[in-house]
């Protein structure tokens, strides 16, 4: 943990664990038989009541609220753009704060609301270095992981925007009978979380932490392009949810489609799901597969899935492929989709076939790419 201040921004609180936050306390000055308790006071507010200010914190002293005021930082990556779909999806553009080289990065944040959840997708990297080539987040580079705070900040900020608090819920009028506007958390947007694996694993840590924002596991699901030797380590020190960024039934389409797969073949993946502890009828792996004209979309590439997923507890969420500008692709004609559904659904695996949501603010599953980097590669185009 890094705790000590730099030249330019105070160290922030969100994303430590608790027992960092105890040693953060002695920086100022707090005793060490009353760390835990204080620790556990400010944790509260930050995840619980959702403050953005020590002065809110009225159970701790003024004194000890100056001296975190003046040392610390709880404040939320700037929000640079904020859109919502005419179908209520909404998507955040997030600034982040300046890195050790001074630049301000950006990522993006979506809230899908639907009649029985509101399911919020979240990054876990600045760009990506997978390069899937139906995916216009892919065309993005890496730029770096994001940390534990910064992951855990993207929950923050949709649930201050959504009122998504205990205080707030209990006067909304219009608030869900589940007491709470963000019912599922999917790390699927920008980048690929296992190859972030400690920052993912923490924030997983702290959003489903009982006493703060207090999420279930089960409602957290992970979505990985089959990072095979980690995806066994996920389940057993995450214990969420998994999802698989499939897409096709044999290696010579998938190394198209999902480089990876050049390393990490369908069979290695597949063998890896097997492995994921607490899998069972209960805890089925998702399969992710996006539906492309004449490319993956045939019978007979269905039949293949069937085979391929046998013996494993699963479903499969078809997605119809959402076109970016650029894109080589086509989605699907829905006759397609439909007889490709039906094949999976007669071997006994659900197959729902996703709704596009989002699609006019770019919020759609693979559309996802911050706006500096869209700028930059209109510019290159323009020179070009």
Same mark, same amino acid.
């Given at each position: 943990?890094?705790?000590?201040?730099?030249?330019?921004?105070?160290?922030?609180?969100?994303?430590?664990?608790?027992?960092?936050?105890?040693?953060?306390?002695?920086?100022?000055?707090?005793?060490?038989?009353?760390?835990?308790?204080?620790?556990?006071?400010?944790?509260?507010?930050?995840?619980?009541?959702?403050?953005?200010?020590?002065?809110?914190?009225?159970?701790?002293?003024?004194?000890?609220?100056?001296?975190?005021?003046?040392?610390?930082?709880?404040?939320?990556?700037?929000?640079?753009?904020?859109?919502?779909?005419?179908?209520?999806?909404?998507?955040?553009?997030?600034?982040?704060?300046?890195?050790?080289?001074?630049?301000?990065?950006?990522?993006?944040?979506?809230?899908?609301?639907?009649?029985?959840?509101?399911?919020?997708?979240?990054?876990?990297?600045?760009?990506?270095?997978?390069?899937?080539?139906?995916?216009?987040?892919?065309?993005?580079?890496?730029?770096?992981?994001?940390?534990?705070?910064?992951?855990?900040?993207?929950?923050?900020?949709?649930?201050?925007?959504?009122?998504?608090?205990?205080?707030?819920?209990?006067?909304?009028?219009?608030?869900?009978?589940?007491?709470?506007?963000?019912?599922?958390?999917?790390?699927?947007?920008?980048?690929?979380?296992?190859?972030?694996?400690?920052?993912?694993?923490?924030?997983?840590?702290?959003?489903?932490?009982?006493?703060?924002?207090?999420?279930?596991?089960?409602?957290?699901?992970?979505?990985?392009?089959?990072?095979?030797?980690?995806?066994?380590?996920?389940?057993?020190?995450?214990?969420?949810?998994?999802?698989?960024?499939?897409?096709?039934?044999?290696?010579?389409?998938?190394? $198209? %489609? =999902?480089? #990876?797969?050049?390393?990490? /073949?369908?069979?290695?993946? !597949?063998?890896?799901?097997?492995?994921? +502890? *607490?899998?069972?009828?209960?805890?089925?792996?998702?399969?992710?597969?996006?539906?492309?004209?004449?490319?993956?979309?045939?019978?007979?590439?269905?039949? $293949? %899935? =069937?085979? #391929?997923?046998?013996?494993? /507890?699963?479903?499969?969420? !078809?997605?119809?492929?959402?076109?970016? +500008? *650029?894109?080589?692709?086509?989605?699907?004609?829905?006759?397609?989709?439909?007889?490709?559904?039906?094949?999976?659904?007669?071997?006994?695996?659900?197959?729902?076939?996703?709704?596009?949501?989002?699609?006019?603010?770019?919020?759609?599953?693979?559309?996802?790419?911050?706006?500096?980097?869209?700028?930059?590669?209109?510019?290159?185009?323009?020179?070009?």
């Amino acid at each position: 943990m890094n705790i000590i201040a730099s030249t330019t921004r105070k160290p922030g609180l969100i994303g430590l664990s608790r027992p960092e936050l105890m040693t953060a306390l002695a920086l100022v000055d707090v005793p060490e038989r009353q760390r835990r308790m204080r620790a556990q006071q400010i944790w509260h507010w930050l995840y619980h009541r959702g403050v953005t200010s020590f002065a809110d914190m009225t159970n701790v002293s003024k004194a000890l609220r100056q001296r975190l005021e003046e040392t610390f930082d709880i404040s939320r990556p700037e929000v640079a753009a904020r859109q919502i779909s005419v179908d209520g999806t909404r998507k955040w553009l997030l600034r982040l704060p300046p890195d050790d080289t001074g630049a301000r990065h950006e990522v993006e944040v979506v809230y899908i609301p639907e009649e029985d959840r509101g399911t919020l997708c979240i990054s876990s990297q600045v760009g990506c270095t997978l390069n899937c080539t139906f995916c216009h987040t892919g065309t993005q580079r890496l730029v770096r992981n994001l940390t534990a705070g910064e992951i855990v900040s993207q929950v923050l900020v949709a649930k201050d925007d959504l009122g998504d608090w205990p205080d707030r819920i209990a006067q909304d009028p219009d608030a869900p009978a589940s007491g709470r506007w963000i019912t599922n958390v999917v790390l699927m947007g920008m980048g690929e979380p296992l190859y972030n694996f400690d920052n993912v694993r923490e924030a997983v840590a702290i959003i489903s932490d009982g006493e703060g924002i207090s999420l279930s596991r089960r409602r957290i699901t992970l979505s990985t392009a089959g990072v095979a030797p980690l995806i066994p380590k996920a389940g057993a020190e995450m214990d969420v949810m998994l999802a698989i960024s499939l897409h096709a039934t044999t290696d010579e389409v998938r190394d $198209r %489609l =999902v480089p #990876l797969n050049r390393k990490y /073949p369908i069979a290695e993946v !597949l063998e890896a799901c097997r492995n994921y +502890p *607490g899998l069972s009828n209960a805890r089925r792996i998702t399969f992710e597969y996006v539906m492309l004209k004449g490319i993956n979309d045939s019978v007979a590439d269905a039949k $293949r %899935l =069937v085979g #391929l997923l046998k013996g494993i /507890p699963a479903k499969v969420n !078809l997605i119809p492929f959402n076109p970016w +500008p *650029g894109s080589p692709y086509e989605c699907s004609d829905w006759e397609t989709i439909e007889r490709f559904a039906e094949v999976v659904n007669r071997a006994g695996y659900a197959s729902p076939v996703r709704s596009p949501r989002g699609r006019d603010i770019m919020a759609a599953c693979g559309q996802l790419k911050s706006a500096s980097e869209k700028r930059r590669a209109s510019e290159r185009r323009q020179q070009a």
